[in-house]
C-alpha cells in the first residue's frame, strides 16, 4: 500500500538506496555503477536531486517542479534548476525546462 503513496522517483531513490546497502559503494552492473553520492531525500533546491528528477522523473515528479517555477519564478528551486541547466545537456529535457524557466520569469518561450 505504501508503494502506491510514493512517486517514481522516490522509489527509485529508495531502491538506489537499498541496493548501495546491499552492494556497497563499489557496485557496478551494466544498468549504473554507484560512482556518485546522491542525496537521501527529496530536495527541489538540491542539484544532484534536480539532475536525478530531470533524468529519471516520472511526469508527475516533473509536475511537482513545474508548479515550484511557476508558484516562485525566483525562488531557490528555480535557481538551483537554472544551474543545473547550465551545466547539464539532457537531451530534450534540457532545451524545455529553459523555455519552461524563460516563461515563467517572465522572457519569451523558445
Known sequence: MRKRSLSGLE???IAKKAAQARW???FDSQEGSWSSVRVNQSNLSHPVFL???LMEG???DWRVLYLEVINRPFGATT?????VL???????VTPL???ILKTAQGGSSL
Open 24 to 26: 556497497g559503494k563499489g
Open 51 to 53: 539532475e536525478e528528477l
Open 58 to 60: 516520472s511526469l508527475d
Open 97 to 99: 525546462w529553459t523555455g
Open 11 to 13: 522509489r527509485t531513490l
Open 79 to 83: 535557481l538551483a534548476l537554472e544551474r
Open 86 to 92: 547550465s551545466s547539464t545537456k539532457i537531451y530534450g
